[in-house]
């Protein structure tokens, strides 16, 4: 009896762990590909780089253009890095904003509300703990929580 079991156990967790790397959301193979189609007319390689973005913001906005979002590095500054939680406050749909707005991003993820929330559930689960808090809200525990696979 406990043979069968561990059996059963066995096969659970090897299902699981194959569901879990063949289902993976990673930044080459999903983010990218995603940014490209949806983000990159603002964010791609004429936008200029965080740092000249910062220093003459109003200018950048005023031709409709926002830091560029091209590489794995450039990207992650916005999950986890010096702008970290932009991208999930950006992304919301509304459910987990205080004013139950959605963020000001939110709908260049798709023409279609359908498209929008499957892309955003693409980008839920490459950051892997979706949290509207600021940089500085965020703990030690918030961090270790984070993902996104390159
Ligand atoms: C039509 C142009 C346009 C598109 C398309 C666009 N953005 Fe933006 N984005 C901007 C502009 C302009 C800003 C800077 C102004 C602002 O903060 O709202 C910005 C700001 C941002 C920020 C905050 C940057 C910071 O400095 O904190 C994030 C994150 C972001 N965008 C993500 C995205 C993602 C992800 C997509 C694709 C799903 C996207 N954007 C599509 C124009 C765009």
Redesign the pocket.
């Known amino acids: 009896m406990k043979r069968y079991f561990l059996t059963i156990f066995i096969c659970v967790m090897a299902t699981a762990v194959f569901a879990g790397s063949h289902g993976k959301v990673t930044y080459q193979d999903h983010i990218r590909p995603l ?1 490209e189609s ?2 990159f ?3 791609g390689d004429h936008a200029p780089t ?1 740092e000249e ?1 910062d220093a003459d913001q109003e200018r ?2 005023n031709r ?4 560029r ?1 091209t590489t794995y590095e450039e990207t992650k500054v ?1 999950v986890t890095g010096e ?1 970290a939680g ?2 999930m406050r ?2 919301d749909d509304g459910s987990n904003t205080a004013d139950g707005n959605p963020g ?2 939110y709908e ?2 798709g023409r279609t509300e359908e498209d929008r929330q499957q892309n955003l559930s693409i980008f839920k689960e490459w950051v892997g703990h979706w949290t509207l808090k600021r940089s500085n809200e965020l703990t030690d525990e918030d961090m270790q929580k984070f993902s996104i696979p390159e």
């Open positions: 940014m949806q983000c007319a603002c964010h965080l973005f950048y906005e409709n253009l926002g830091p979002m916005f702008d932009a991208m950006r992304l000001n991003m260049y993820l």
